[in-house]
């Protein structure tokens, strides 16, 4: 599973699971721009932070200019970046709502109809949306992040039509990963976290990097018959 000479766009890869991938990555031989909110707080030559709010429309398009114009090309995106705002559906706030939708879900689109279009030109890409168990599941007090993440399914889906449509081998992919020790799950009560773990087969939660080496796959040629597959990564939690 080698990346050689490919250039990476993965976003919130400052910590978690995008930080895992951009490790994962660049160890395969890719350069890889995190974008993320936060600065990057960590050293690895090839990895490049990059300010960015995945909210900001216009931002997301000088993103994706100042990527092909620097490096004529972009081989790899993964829509890493997320949030959770928890709360029961009845006591959920608008602001609740449109923060999470925003982030993980319009966040995924504003990159994607900026980067798609530049990988259907160059005839090739891999696109990898990071979904969520929840997305495939649902789960109490989530419904905004529910629905975020099975909207990133239906986009997955969409654009392996869309950015194939003129014969270009651009793959689009989704990993839904289950419940994955990082600073997310900072606000599950711990003995919630413990019947999650109970609940896979493999009866513990997954390390990040357990989640990355499934984007490396997929970003590699490795998988290049697959797309429009959403790829549940959970430990065997809903068997
Ligand atoms: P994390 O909180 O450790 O990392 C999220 C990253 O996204 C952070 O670096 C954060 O700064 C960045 N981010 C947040 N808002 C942003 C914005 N508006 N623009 C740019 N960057 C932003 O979380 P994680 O667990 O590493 O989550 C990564 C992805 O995996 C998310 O999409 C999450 O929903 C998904 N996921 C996580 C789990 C889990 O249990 N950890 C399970 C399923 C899916």
């Not at 994955?180 to 493999?202: C, R, W």
């Amino acid at each position: 599973m080698r990346l050689d000479g490919k250039v990476a766009v993965i976003t919130g890869g400052t910590r978690g699971i995008g930080r895992a991938m951009a490790e994962e990555f660049t160890n395969a031989g890719a350069r890889v721009i995190v974008c993320d909110i936060e600065v990057l707080h960590y050293q690895n030559d090839n990895v490049e932070g990059y300010e960015l709010n995945v909210t900001d429309s216009k931002a997301c398009k000088v993103l994706a200019d100042y990527v092909k114009g620097k490096y004529g090309k972009v081989d790899i995106l993964v829509n890493n970046a997320g949030i959770t705002r928890d709360a029961l559906t009845g006591k959920m706030s608008d602001e609740q709502w449109n923060l999470v939708i925003d982030v993980n879900l319009k966040g995924a689109f504003n990159l994607t109809r900026f980067i798609g279009p530049i990988m259907q030109v160059d005839g090739k890409g891999s696109i990898i949306n990071i979904s969520s168990v929840v997305g495939e599941y649902g789960n109490i007090g989530q419904a905004n992040y529910s629905a975020s993440k099975a909207g990133i399914i239906g986009m997955t889906k969409t654009w392996a039509k869309e950015f194939t449509m003129k014969g270009a081998q651009v793959r689009v992919n989704a990993i839904s990963p289950g419940y994955t020790m990082t600073d997310i799950l900072k606000t599950v009560p711990q003995e919630l976290l413990e019947k999650f773990a109970k609940q896979t087969m493999l009866g513990r939660l997954a390390e990040p990097t357990e989640i990355a080496k499934v984007a490396l796959f997929l970003a590699s040629d490795d998988s290049s018959y697959i797309t429009g597959h959403n790829l549940s990564v959970n430990g065997g939690m809903r068997l």
